[in-house]
């Protein structure tokens, strides 16, 4: 699998597929197709994809000044495991970090204890929690920082 920052509208409907095998509370369509908008600019999208442009996961990110914020990573289950979350993370985090974001947010429900340990293998360390944050079902959010190092530019 390839991280590809290309957004293709033709992938909306299997984009969507995997936010509904991967969340008890997914997304509606609008979430990927409002990427198309100016006013998104400052959301960005990766996809994972194999040689044949099957979709093997997503990242969702948005930019703001200095911060970025990891906004949705779905990978569906029959792939997980497989280090696409890790590369759709480390993309994601390079990509921001060049343009300027010095911390990386994000916010993981408290009982999905895989997706933490992943954050927390890739540096990321617990700041606070948001109660009541999701629903379907109700539950805190986790939320997660990680500071970004500057891209070396003495090449």
Request: aromatic fraction near 8%; charge should be negative; charged fraction near 25%.
């Amino acid at each position: 699998m390839q991280a590809d920052r290309r957004f293709m509208r033709d992938h909306i409907e299997e984009l969507l597929s995997i936010e509904r095998e991967s969340f008890a509370d997914p997304k509606n369509g609008n979430i990927f197709s409002s990427l198309y908008d100016d006013a998104a600019a400052h959301m960005h999208y990766f996809v994972a994809q194999d040689e044949n442009g099957t979709i093997g996961g997503y990242l969702l990110l948005s930019i703001a000044a200095d911060e970025a914020e990891i906004i949705n990573v779905a990978v569906p289950p029959a792939l997980r495991r497989r280090g696409i979350g890790i590369e759709l993370v480390t993309e994601a985090l390079a990509f921001a970090a060049a343009r300027g974001a010095t911390a990386c947010y994000l916010e993981v429900r408290a009982s999905n204890l895989s997706a933490r340990r992943l954050y927390e293998k890739m540096s990321f360390n617990v700041v606070g929690v948001r109660k009541m944050y999701y629903s379907a079902p109700s539950e805190d959010a986790i939320v997660m920082r990680r500071t970004l190092e500057a891209p070396c530019n003495d090449r």
